[in-house]
């Protein structure tokens, strides 16, 4: 998490802790006028901010929360205990997302060597010194960028149970800089002729590693298809 969790749930309270009791929820909330509109929006980032606490919300003393802290009501719970609890219950719900972000990572870990080890008998792939593995759909006869160019391209990257996280394709083609992205796909696009269209496994050590980035889960090896278009001047 960027933020602390402890401190997200104090800020929560401290600024908005409830919603009103006897209003309506859910599907019978009218979201026509943009107040209504407005205030579904604050909840939607409420909500996300405490999804993983979700199952250890409780939902009517939240509510009750919120609505005296938009009536001004002084709280039910002293204050120092109040954030004392606080930092509590938030530090055990980070404690508990460690848990299960280092599982995840080290079922990506195993799931991700296992596709390794098994494209790396198929014919036609090539596994370099740092473990990208690359297989050549189709050879160009251009230049080699090298790691102070700027490409265009397109690609597709997918995880290895075929979840596609990114792609340009259905759109224009992306420009990157050869030294600002993953080292894994930095290491592809030097080994590429322009007019090649490669596919290529990179493991996590060489990919986004144990944090991760967005849809892409710890620990992860990624797939990309990448066609290298041409190489452009920097701008």
Known sequence: MKLGLGATLLGAALLTVGCSEGAPSDESAALESNDQKASYGIGMNMGSQLSAAKDRLDRAALMRGIEDGLQGSDSQIPDG???SVLMQFGSEIEAAAETERSAEG???LASGAAYLTQNGTKQGVTTTASGLQYEVLRVGDGERPTVESTVRLHYK???VDGTEFDSSYGGEPAVFQVSGVIPGFTEALMLMPVGSHYRVVIPAGIG?????SGRIGPNSTLIFEIE????????
């Open 81 to 83: 205990e109040l954030q």
């Open 106 to 108: 080290e079922a990506n």
């Open 157 to 159: 990257g997918t995880l």
């Open 208 to 212: 986004y590693g144990p944090q991760g």
């Open 228 to 235: 290298l278009l041409e190489i452009v001047d920097a701008e």
